[in-house]
Antibody, heavy 121, light 107 residues
């Protein structure tokens, strides 16, 4: 079955960088768009970024635009999130998930357990 | 602020029916999807499209949409349904996907 596993989280100081990875299996990765979603402590889910199957389409939440870069390696079935100029309010659990669509319906499935990112001085 | 609005909390007695509502202009053009989130667990999709349940989701979960409102209904709520529920939809202005603020459901 389709699975995603996030990794790469950790502790970073404000202004530093981290790169998250999402290793996928059980589906043809190169044919699906992928998303990053995060949840800060005590807060709700926040959509972060999307990338199309062929990297032609990338979009970011306003809160991370200009600082985060989403990419993918279809030969390795891995999704990435390069997080630059980190801020304290970027602290969250980061999830990757697959984009599924029918007509005007989009949903995200599966989800991994997430990787925690803490930004602190 | 979220462009999809949800009530922060709802309470339901065991075995009773509860409806969780999500409002937003984007819902006039796009269907919502719904996610169940329990502490220390990954989010799980429980509803998508007009009224589609993924495999493994009990049939006590149902969905609907009318105008700018999407609803997730749980008929005969069980203790294991206690969780935070989030709606999500595509969005034409601002961020292209948006989550609602979430509804904490207590059984």
């Amino acid at each position: 079955q389709a699975q995603v596993v996030e990794s790469g989280g950790g502790v970073a100081q404000p202004g530093r960088s981290l790169r998250l990875s999402c290793t996928t299996s059980g589906f043809t990765f190169s044919t699906f768009g992928m998303h990053w979603v995060r949840q800060a402590p005590g807060k709700g889910l926040e959509w972060v970024a999307v990338i199309s199957h062929d990297e032609d389409y990338k979009r970011y939440a306003d809160s991370v635009k200009g600082r985060f870069i989403v990419s993918r390696d279809n030969s390795k079935n891995i999704l990435y999130l390069q997080m630059n100029n980190l801020r304290v309010d970027d602290s969250a659990i980061y999830y990757c998930t697959r984009d599924l669509r029918i007509s005007t319906s989009t949903w995200f499935d599966p989800w991994g357990q997430g990787t925690p990112v803490t930004v602190s001085s | 602020s979220s462009e999809l609005t949800q009530d922060p909390a709802v309470s339901v007695a065991l075995g009773q029916t509860v409806r969780i509502i999500c409002r937003g202009d984007s819902l006039r053009n796009y269907n919502a999807s719904w996610y169940q989130k329990k502490p220390r667990q990954a989010p799980r999709v429980v509803m998508y499209g007009e009224n589609n349940r993924p495999s493994g989701i009990p049939d006590r979960f149902s969905g609907s949409r009318s105008g700018n409102t999407a609803s997730l209904t749980i008929t005969g709520a069980q203790a294991e349904d206690e969780a935070d529920y989030y709606c999500n939809s595509r969005h034409d202005n601002g961020n292209p996907w948006v989550f609602g603020g979430g509804t904490k459901m207590t059984v």
